[in-house]
């Protein structure tokens, strides 16, 4: 799985790049927040390419105002997106309110912002406890 580590940004900012990511994949994958990476999940689709996850996340950066703190790096299968504004250890949380119409699983932190799916997706977990069981 593809990953976007972003342990140097604030909080709202891995949402709002978690939401940019998943927005621009346009349904052929999700971009899940978890703990300091966004990790692109496919749902068994084929692989989407580092070239276009690291254009999804330069065009959000590139669309802040503040776009010039911000530098990609390239590391094997992942993206680092490095800040040099210093952002303090309480921003970087990720805080429980969540911006308008995005939905978050309170079992793994999985995000999206369509209801169909986010219901969808609390029922795999429902299916998954059944098998446990
Ligand atoms: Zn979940």
Redesign the pocket.
């Known amino acids: 799985m593809f990953k976007v580590n972003c342990s140097e940004l604030s909080g709202v900012m891995k949402l709002a790049l978690a939401e940019a990511i998943s927005g621009g994949l346009g349904g052929s994958g999700v971009a899940l927040l978890d703990g300091d990476y966004v990790a692109i999940d496919t749902l068994s689709g084929p692989e989407i390419g580092a070239v276009r996850i690291r254009s999804l996340v330069g065009s959000y950066l590139s669309s802040r105002s503040d776009a010039s703190v911000y530098h990609l790096e390239e590391k094997g299968d992942s993206i680092i997106v490095h800040s040099s504004a210093p952002v303090s250890a309480r921003e970087k949380r990720v805080v429980e309110s969540l911006p308008p119409g995005l939905l978050q699983?309170?079992?793994?932190?999985?995000l999206t912002t369509s209801e169909e799916k986010y219901e969808d997706?609390?029922r795999?977990?429902d299916l998954m406890r059944g098998i446990a069981r």
């Open positions: 699983c309170p079992d793994c932190g999985y997706h609390l795999m977990h």
